[in-house]
């Protein structure tokens, strides 16, 4: 068995403002998906047979990592509830990627990779993998597995999923875990990691380190409601289309977004915590949030350094930052969300179980 895990997502800072340009800001969480893989008699997952249609994430990466390749017993265990935000669909697709490529292994030529995805051939990584050559020896197991790659495929396989369109948002935390920035520039101080582009649209990706922090945790609130992504987005835009002045809102975000790294970088808490609620202010004056966000929010504040909607909003999640997760998520759950409670930025990527690598030799 080749298994492997992902965590999932939430977004600290910028969510709505980075679709104008600003900067945005998530954290891994300490809530995962695993993958396990087994070689098998027919295709399964979770013991059912597998329909492509059904699992759009991991037929996209079947074809681009075991095209060809010997069935496989898909097993997929997580805590990360679906459709709520927190970047589900993301750490499923990390996670069968790297069990995907811990699988099979990597052809090398010496040193160097003969074949896979990589952000050092920027046109090549939505198209197809880069095939170089045969290679003259394999890398297996947990070594061949790479956290750059499995992000590029996370991001095409939910652009393919999304009918061609996803930030690398997701893609990107998963994958690496900690804290990582998007933005429409490279942003002073921090750690570029890479670009990213797709369609016309091109994104920064960053990494900040989070090693000062300690003490703290983020509450995760559930209102239960799934409110689509798209439309919240689409929402924001008639309004700004509407109220052209409400632009001014989008960019304070991105000053409040700035404000927010700045004190994470300095292990400052308590003013991460006032930037997290003045963000969620500008939120709730673009339409975003709803009576019940507000009802699990005004719920949190008393125990809380700072409390926000995450992500789409209009429903979905919320979150609290506390120095007492256990006060916050009773609050929390009292007044009718359900909780998960989370550390910051959590470990990313993981081969958990490297054993029975590889299980199929595309070359041999
Ligand atoms: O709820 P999520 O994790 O899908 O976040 C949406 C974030 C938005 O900024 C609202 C949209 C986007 O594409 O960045």
Redesign the pocket.
């Known amino acids: 068995m080749v298994q492997a895990s992902a965590p999932g ?3 600290l800072f ?6 104008y340009g600003q900067p ?1 800001v ?1 954290v891994a969480i300490d809530q995962r998906m695993s993958v396990s893989l087994a070689l098998n008699d027919d295709w399964r997952i979770d013991g059912m047979s597998f329909h492509p249609q059904r699992h759009p994430h991991v037929e996209a990466l079947r074809q681009r990592l075991w095209d060809g390749g010997p069935p496989l017993s898909i097993k997929i265990t997580g805590e990360i509830p679906a459709a709520s ?3 589900s669909s993301a750490a499923l697709s990390v996670a069968a990627s790297a069990a995907l490529r811990c699988a099979r292994g990597r052809q090398m030529k010496g040193d160097d990779w003969a074949e896979g995805w990589t952000a050092a051939r920027p046109n090549m990584v939505y198209d197809g993998p880069w095939q170089v050559d045969k290679g003259d020896s394999l890398e297996f197991g947990a070594k061949s597995v790479d956290e750059d790659e499995c992000a590029i495929l996370t991001h095409a396989v939910e652009a393919y999923a999304q009918g061609g ?3 690398p ?2 893609s990107s935390t998963c994958a690496h875990g900690g804290c990582i920035v998007l933005s429409d520039k490279v942003e002073e101080n921090l750690n570029w990691l890479y670009s990213r582009k797709l369609n016309d649209v091109t994104w920064e990706v960053h990494a900040v380190n989070l090693a000062n922090i300690d003490d703290v945790w983020l509450v995760i609130g559930s209102t239960g409601i799934h409110a689509p ?1 798209s439309e ?2 689409a929402k ?1 835009a008639s309004l700004l289309e509407k109220q052209p002045e409400k632009m001014r809102e989008i960019e304070t975000i991105g000053i409040v977004s700035r404000r927010g790294i700045a004190a994470l970088m300095e292990g400052d808490m308590e003013s991460v915590g006032r930037a997290m609620s003045e963000n969620h202010l500008l939120l709730r004056s673009i339409g ?1 949030s709803c009576p019940e966000l507000e009802t699990l929010i005004t719920a949190a504040a008393p125990t809380s350094l700072g409390v926000k909607l ?4 209009g429903g ?1 999640c919320m979150i609290a930052l506390t120095r007492n997760p256990k006060l916050t998520s009773e609050a929390i759950e009292l007044a009718g969300g359900r909780t998960l409670i989370s550390k910051l930025a959590a470990t990313g990527m993981k081969v958990d179980e490297d054993e029975d690598s590889p299980l199929w030799n595309p070359f041999e």
Do not use: F, N, P, Y
């Open positions: 997502k939430c977004i910028g969510e709505h403002a980075v679709v945005a998530a935000g927190l970047g369109r996803a930030s948002m997701d992504t919240q987005v924001v975003v995450t992500g789409a909003g979905g």
